[in-house]
């Protein structure tokens, strides 16, 4: 389900926090691996993203809120519920546009939909929208270009955002997330909300 080219940017991401003992894999993790992504950087590249600066505040944020893990702890780095909610929305899209593969830009698109995490703020704050990205996948519009309206959009893409997601299409990085999420183990919250509150503060202009 997940194309080549998304699996090898999510295993890289994920042996790179397993070595830096980061407890969780976050959405801003992932949205650092698509940086390196050919389909989800040329999108954000037509979206013009400043790439240099978003992954200097993806890694310092990344620094500053992830917990680490005891240098003697066997455990792996976890996927947070947000990490498992974008792709999950990524695969649903994906599969209700007919079609068989998921690509970084897809994963792209999902990650708006995490309103409340640093990623999609980021994302805000280079001034790029859900609808940048969307335009330039289905139609290869450019930012600053004339754009398609909302209703150029597939329907499918715009009315399936919230439905929810057949678990069957899981794949192995979110399946056992799910099963630990179900006993109790983990809580991708536990040792992370007061740095985000501070860290948030600190970045995000009053509202």
């Known amino acids: 389900m997940l194309n080549q080219e998304l699996e090898l940017s999510l295993n890289v991401a ?16 992932l949205l650092l691996a698509l940086l390196s992504n050919i389909s989800a950087r040329e999108a954000l590249d037509a979206c013009k993203v ?56 897809n994963v792209l698109v999902a990650i708006f939909s995490e309103q409340e995490s640093q990623a999609a703020y980021l994302l805000r704050k280079h001034d790029v929208s859900r609808l940048d990205v969307v335009n330039y996948i289905s139609h290869g519009t450019i930012k600053g270009e004339e ?12 009315q399936n955002e919230e439905q929810p997601v057949p678990e069957d299409h ?38």
């Open 14 to 29: 994920f042996t790179k926090a397993k070595d830096s003992r980061h407890e969780f894999m976050t959405v801003e993790h």
């Open 50 to 105: 400043d790439l240099v600066a978003l992954r200097q505040e993806l890694e310092h944020f990344i620094a500053q809120t992830t917990p680490l893990l005891p240098e003697n702890d066997s455990r792996d780095t976890q996927p947070t519920l947000s990490f498992q909610r974008v792709l999950q929305r990524a695969v649903f899209h994906v599969q209700s546009s007919g079609r068989n593969e998921v690509s970084g830009a």
């Open 147 to 158: 754009a398609s309206s909302e209703q150029d959009i597939p329907s499918n893409t715009m």
């Open 170 to 207: 899981m794949d192995n990085f979110t399946t056992n997330l799910n099963q630990q999420a179900k006993k109790g183990n983990i809580d991708p919250l536990v040792g992370r909300q007061a740095e985000f509150r501070a860290y948030h503060s600190s970045t995000v202009p009053p509202s």
